[in-house]
C-alpha cells in the first residue's frame, strides 16, 4: 500500500504499527473540519498563483463530493487511510489530478492542529450554551421559589437560615465563571497555525492572512515552531470543562443528599431517576449520581493530555495526536451531563415544609443574635461568649433556646422576633435577603441576555 512518504521508503509498515498509529478511528470526527481547511488553502493557493483558477474550482468540486460520501455514509475508507486527512485527500486525488497539488506548502503538523482548533471552537461554543441554560433553569427556579427557608450548612452543620433562592442562585454563579473562563479560552483557541508547515513554515509565497480569515479565526500564529506544537488550548479546555464537571458535582451532591429521607428536601421526577432490580422500594438519583461520577473522567482527561505533553521536544512529535481522545470524551461527557441536570433540577420539586422547619431551629439564629448584641456596643467576641453560653445551657437540658434568650440580661423577649425573620432577615451585600435575591437574579439574567 503506497503511503504519503512512499518515496523514501522501501519497506510497507509493519500491522503492528498501523494498529498503533492510525488515527482514524477516532480523527474521522473531524471530517467537516478538515474539509473546511482544505478548502480554505486551496483558495489561498490560488490566490497567490501556486495553482489555477480551474485547479481550484476541481479541488472546491472534490472537497464537496468527499463531504457528501462522508455525511451519507459512501464514503470508502482505505486500510491505508492513516488519517482523516489522508482519507481525504486521498479521494480528492481519485477525483481531480488537481489533488496531487492540495498539500502544497502545508504538512499533516500544521493541517491537523488547524481542524482541532476548529472543533474546539465550535466546541466551546455548545457547551457554553448549554451551560446557559442549565443556568436559566436555576434562575427561573430560584425566582418561583421567593423566600422558601432552609438551613445553609458550613462543614456539611446547620448554620444559618437562607433562601433556597439563594442556595439555588449560588450554582448559577459559579456557571457564570466557567462560561467567562471558556469565553476567555477561546481567544487563545481561535489562533490560526495554518501555514507553519511541519515545522519551519514554507518557501512558497503562501498568505497565511488569507487562511486565517476564511477559517474566522482572530489571529495567526506567530512562530512555526510554536504553532505545530502547541497544544496548550486543548489543556485549557480540559482544565475549563473538568472544573465545570466539578461545580456539577457538587451541585448533584446536593441534589443526592438533598433527595434522602434523612434531608427529604427535594423530590426528583420519575423521569431523571431510576428503581431498583430488587427493593421495590428504592428511588435512586442516577442523573446526580452520574453527574458527580462522570467528573472523575473529565479530570483524567486533564491529567492525560498534561502527561503526554510533558517532556516533549518543541514541535511536532506522534505523541501529540494523542490530544484528541481526552479532548473528544470531556466534550461528549460534558455535553451529556448538562441537560440531564437541568432537567432534573427544572423537574424536581422541594419539600417547602420540611426546609422551612429545618431552617426554624432557633439555634440557626445565633450567629445573628451576637450580632445584635454587637449593634449595641459589645465587642463580638464577648457577644459570641454569650451567645455560646445560652446555646450550650439549652443543650444540656436547661430550657428551650427560646425561654433562655427571653430571660438573659443580655437579650430579653425583643430578641425573639430576631430569630423568627429566618430567610427574609436583613442581610449584607449578596447574603440573600430578599432584594439581595432579586438583584443576583436581575444581574444573572442580564448577563444571560448578554451572549
Ligand atoms: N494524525 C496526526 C495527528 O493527529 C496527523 C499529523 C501527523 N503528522 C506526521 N508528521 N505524521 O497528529
Known amino acids: 500500500m503506497p503511503t504519503l512518504w512512499s518515496g523514501r521508503f522501501d519497506g510497507e509498515r509493519d500491522d503492528s504499527l498501523r494498529l498503533l498509529g492510525d488515527s482514524l478511528r477516532f480523527d474521522r470526527r473531524l471530517y467537516a473540519e478538515d474539509i473546511a481547511t482544505s478548502r480554505a488553502h486551496a483558495r489561498m493557493l490560488a490566490s497567490v498563483n501556486l495553482i489555477s483558477d480551474d485547479e481550484l474550482a476541481d479541488l472546491l468540486v472534490a472537497l464537496d463530493q468527499v463531504e457528501h460520501e462522508i455525511v451519507d455514509g459512501s464514503f470508502a475508507f482505505a486500510p491505508s487511510d492513516e488519517d482523516i486527512h489522508t482519507a481525504v485527500e486521498r479521494r480528492v486525488s481519485d477525483l481531480t489530478p488537481a489533488g496531487a497539488k492540495l498539500h502544497t506548502g502545508r504538512s499533516r503538523n500544521d493541517q491537523s492542529v488547524t481542524g482541532l482548533r476548529l472543533f474546539t471552537r465550535a466546541s466551546i461554543d455548545n457547551v457554553s450554551e448549554l451551560v446557559r441554560a442549565l443556568q436559566t433553569t436555576l434562575v427561573d427556579k430560584a425566582d418561583s421559589m421567593g423566600t422558601t427557608a432552609m438551613p445553609a450548612y458550613t462543614h456539611l452543620q446547620r448554620a444559618q437560615p437562607v433562601s433556597l433562592a439563594h442556595h439555588l442562585l449560588a450554582y448559577a454563579w459559579s456557571l457564570q465563571r466557567d462560561i467567562e473562563r471558556l469565553a476567555d479560552t477561546r481567544h487563545r483557541v481561535n489562533v490560526s497555525p495554518l501555514g507553519a508547515g511541519a515545522i519551519a513554515g514554507s518557501t512558497l509565497p503562501l498568505d497565511v492572512a488569507a487562511t486565517t480569515n476564511d477559517l474566522g479565526f ?93 517532556g516533549l521536544p518543541s514541535g511536532y512529535s506522534k505523541d501529540l495526536q494523542e490530544d484528541k481522545e481526552p479532548l473528544f470524551d470531556s466534550v461528549d461527557t460534558i455535553t451529556q451531563i448538562i441537560p440531564a441536570l437541568a432537567g432534573a433540577m427544572e423537574t424536581a420539586t422541594f419539600d417547602i415544609v420540611r426546609m422551612e422547619q429545618a431552617a426554624s431551629d432557633p439555634l440557626l439564629g445565633a450567629t445573628d443574635l451576637a450580632e445584635w448584641l454587637v449593634a449595641s456596643g459589645i465587642p463580638f467576641r ?41 430567610a427574609s432577615r436583613p442581610s449584607g451585600h449578596g447574603a440573600g435577603s430578599p432584594e439581595d435575591t432579586e438583584r443576583q437574579i436581575d444581574r444573572l439574567r442580564t448577563l444571560l441576555d448578554e451572549r
Open 218 to 310: 482572530e489571529k495567526t500564529f506567530d512562530n512555526s515552531i510554536d504553532a505545530v506544537g502547541d497544544r496548550d488550548f486543548v489543556a485549557e479546555v480540559l482544565f475549563d470543562l473538568a472544573l465545570l464537571g466539578v461545580h456539577l458535582g457538587r451541585l448533584a451532591e446536593d441534589i443526592i443528599l438533598w433527595c434522602t429521607s434523612e434531608f427529604g428536601y427535594m423530590k426528583l421526577d420519575d423521569g431523571f431517576a431510576t428503581g431498583s432490580s430488587m427493593m421495590p422500594q428504592k428511588k435512586n438519583p442516577d442523573t446526580a449520581e452520574l453527574a458527580r461520577g462522570k467528573t472523575g473522567r473529565l479530570i483524567g482527561n486533564l491529567t492525560a493530555l498534561l502527561t503526554t505533553l510533558k
Open 382 to 422: 464577648e457577644a459570641h461568649a454569650i451567645v455560646g453560653d445560652l446555646v450550650k445551657r439549652s443543650l444540656a437540658g436547661e430550657d428551650s433556646f427560646e425561654s433562655l434568650l427571653a430571660a438573659s440580661p443580655s437579650f430579653g423577649p425583643a430578641a425573639l422576633e430576631r430569630l423568627k425573620s429566618g
